[in-house]
């Protein structure tokens, strides 16, 4: 049997081997450590600090003076919050649906060897890459009373459709809504077509095989696939969907009347509007608890789900 | 002979950071010692960019060793982040927008009571400056900003729309409302209204209120202050209030005003679809923007009794503190720019670029022939915005968040003063 020990020349050899390897590995993290402080500095403390900030009666220029829970309380008891959570789950709820639905059908469509696939796809996610409040503002154009939908609607003698978009309670959240689900869309289709291409073409040829029709195969194969990309898709969208602020701000600033108002436009609102940077933080620390609570529970429900299937 | 190569990488790289550090620092103080030049920053909004154009270089020709380093905001709202997010971090311009009195997050008030701005003292524009609009650059005794213009809130009127009609220019609210019912049956907008972001009825109704609170008690502000007064209780909110609905009722706005845009109204009124648009002075350059070749007047708003009442607000316009954080020469050199914006020459050539007039031009009645309606309503108009006397900034928010909502039907009058009420009452910021 060889001896378990090293020689004392071999022990220092490795004794110096160790030594040169730390060094070695001590290299990268000295190169990482400036990335990482700015993370630190920018990323983290910044939350921290908003953390205590939403405990403070803080309004920017002067010191904060902590208030325990006094900016929750107030909240809690405030119409337009109340309303601006309801307008966020709500916005949020049918944005999640619609986006991923219409996303699907669209990679669904275009997964086919149809020659124009990869325009439409471009055409499709588009609109994702432009900044949401430039969109906001060109559907702003569009909603307008005198805009060019109304408009279009008069051209062609349907006078009796146009509607206030923007300016009504009753249509002003679900013209959001309308410009949120074309923008991102093509975003949700995107996802889905690399769910699909993922998918072997052994598992369509083995279904053609079976003699299974072009729904069944759907449902019964391609859907519980494409899981895994439910999964991705659903929980991005549903995280754009909860923060919703670029479209309303740019399209209605919330009204009217607080009709539309988000609670990342409450955020914004009560800290650069009213100064209220304290009660603003109070907002911005819910809205991510919010986020964070419902996007686990939502990946812990569909990766169940996921692994049922 | 590797290990040695690794341990001088691991000094190589403190040795590297510490060298380049030093010549930046050598650099810097040699560059320091060449030249005595002076950088001055400055922020605003991008609106009054052609003033800037021709003020900036005007000054650096005089003063050759400063150099003015500006900045734009896109708007109001963008500007009120920036301006508050800077100070805090200690990095704002050494020329600060501000608006003069309380009620906004960038109040010459809420500023010099936080220590941020420098006091200007011994000012030779002093003289030709309102009181009251000089009464709200101060906080106590001490002048803190400099406020180079003054814009009208009014009505822009389509004098061509009118005598293509025969209608005569109203001078008084009943007079209005029989002209809103009369042009309403015969298909032409009285009054573009641009409702849907928000700031429309806000400035509409307190301009109605300048008539039927502030005319009839010019201390009512005071009084509310002490707790003598309420907003729900002053009959006057609520006749200003109601005097907005009468016009909607009387069909004085277009269709769909309550999801029209303001931007969309000024671009119907350019268009000459309307015979009037409220706005201030200050907006002239977009209309003209938009139609060059449109002519048009400007007169007091007709929400009055009579002609004999206060019924529109002036605005303090492009006014600037000096960072008081900033260090002692740029400090300085901004001081020397805003007393070069301040003279007589340049502040008359900047804010008639702007659609504005000077504070001077004020005193003395010289008003531009495009405002001529307005002459006599000129010496009536001593109120600022309510806003900016307000201690609070909320009770403007409630304002502009509810004013769209007496045409919508989503608010009444009571809620929106009770609710002023309250934020008054939440005290000052």
């Not at chain 2, 008690?217 to 006749?239: I, L, M, S």
Request: hydrophobic share 45%; glycine share 8%; charged share 15%.
């Amino acid at each position: 049997l060889e001896s378990a020990e090293p020689t004392p020349k071999a022990a220092g050899r490795s004794t110096s081997g160790r030594l040169r390897h730390r060094r070695v590995q001590q290299v990268p993290w000295i190169f990482a450590l400036p990335g990482f402080a700015a993370v630190l500095l920018f990323h983290f403390i910044p939350i921290g600090f908003g953390g205590y900030y939403a405990f403070t009666d803080w309004n920017g220029l002067t010191h904060a003076h902590w208030i325990g829970l006094q900016n929750f309380r107030d909240i809690a008891h405030n119409p337009t919050a109340r309303g601006a959570l309801w307008h966020t789950l709500i916005l949020a709820f049918f944005f999640v649906v619609a986006s991923n639905t219409i996303g699907l059908l669209l990679a669904l469509g275009l997964n086919r060897a149809v020659k124009t696939r990869h325009i439409l796809r471009a055409l499709f996610f588009m609109p994702f890459a432009i900044s949401p409040l430039a969109v906001g503002f060109i559907w702003q154009w569009i909603f307008d009373y005198n805009g060019a939908l109304n408009r279009a609607f008069g051209g062609v003698g349907l006078g009796s459709w146009k509607q206030v978009w923007l300016g009504d309670p009753k249509w002003a959240i679900w013209t959001i809504l309308v410009v949120m689900i074309w923008q991102f869309s093509g975003f949700a289709m995107v996802i889905y077509l690399a769910g699909l291409q993922a998918i072997s073409d052994d598992v369509y040829e083995a279904t053609l095989v079976d003699g299974a029709s072009n729904w069944l195969r759907t449902r019964k194969v391609v859907l519980p696939l494409l899981a895994p990309a439910v999964t991705i898709a659903a929980t991005l969208t549903l995280i754009i969907g909860l923060r919703v602020f670029d479209q309303i701000m740019a399209l209605t600033q919330g009204g009217p009347v607080d009709a539309t108002e988000s609670l990342a436009t409450q955020v914004y609102k009560q800290t650069f509007y009213s100064g209220r940077f304290g009660y603003g933080t109070a907002f911005a620390l819910i809205l991510t608890v919010l986020i964070t609570a419902m996007v686990l529970t939502q990946i812990a429900i569909l990766r169940r789900n996921e692994s049922r299937l | 002979m590797s290990t040695r190569t690794g341990t001088r990488r691991v000094f190589a790289i403190p040795l590297l950071v510490g060298a380049v550090l030093a010549c930046a620092v050598t650099a810097g103080a040699t560059t320091q010692k060449k030249s005595d030049q002076i950088t001055v920053t400055m922020e605003t909004l991008v609106n009054q960019k052609a003033i800037w154009d021709v003020m900036i270089p005007n000054f650096e020709r005089v003063y050759p060793n400063i150099t003015i380093n500006i900045s734009y905001n896109p708007n109001n709202t963008i500007q009120y982040q920036n301006v508050d997010t800077q100070l805090a971090a200690g990095n704002a311009p050494d020329i600060i927008p501000v608006a003069p009195g309380y009620g906004t997050p960038i109040a010459v008030h809420n500023f010099a009571k936080a220590g941020y701005l420098a006091p200007m003292v011994n000012k030779p524009w002093l003289k030709r400056l309102v009181p009251s609009v000089l009464a709200r650059d101060k906080y106590g005794k001490v002048l803190y900003a400099s406020t180079n213009g003054v814009g009208f809130y009014g009505v822009f009127i389509n004098n061509t729309l009118f005598k293509q009609k025969g209608y005569d220019v109203p001078q008084t609210f009943l007079q209005l409302l029989s002209l809103c019912k009369k042009a309403h049956a015969a298909g032409v907008n009285t009054w573009l209204l641009g409702a849907s972001d928000q700031s429309a009825p806000l400035v509409i109704t307190m301009d109605i209120a300048i008539a039927t609170v502030y005319a009839k008690d010019p201390n009512w502000e005071k009084e509310r202050e002490a707790g003598k007064v309420t907003f729900n209780g002053t009959p006057g909110w609520h006749q200003a209030f109601q005097r907005f609905q009468e016009m909607n009722s009387a069909g004085c706005f277009q269709a769909g005003a309550a999801g029209t845009t303001n931007n969309s109204a000024l671009q119907m009124f350019a268009l000459g679809q309307g015979l009037m648009w409220f706005g201030i002075t200050g907006q002239k350059a977009a209309i003209d923007a938009s139609n060059p070749q449109f002519t048009y007047t400007f007169g007091p708003a007709p929400v009055a009794d009579s002609t004999n009442v206060a019924r529109d607000f002036y605005n303090p316009d492009v006014s600037f503190g000096v960072n008081a954080h900033a260090p002692q020469a740029e400090q300085q050199a901004a001081q020397q720019f805003i007393d070069f914006v301040a003279r007589p020459k340049q502040q008359s050539l900047a804010m008639h670029i702007l659609g504005d007039i000077t504070q001077y031009e004020w005193l003395h009645s010289q008003l531009p022939d495009w405002m001529a309606p307005f002459k006599q309503a000129l010496p009536l108009t001593t109120q600022p915005p309510p806003l900016i006397t307000w201690w609070n900034a909320d009770v403007g928010t409630v304002l502009r968040t509810n004013g769209v909502g007496l045409i919508t039907g989503q608010q009444t009058v009571s809620g929106i003063l009770q609710a002023m009420d309250k934020a008054f009452d939440e005290g000052p910021q």
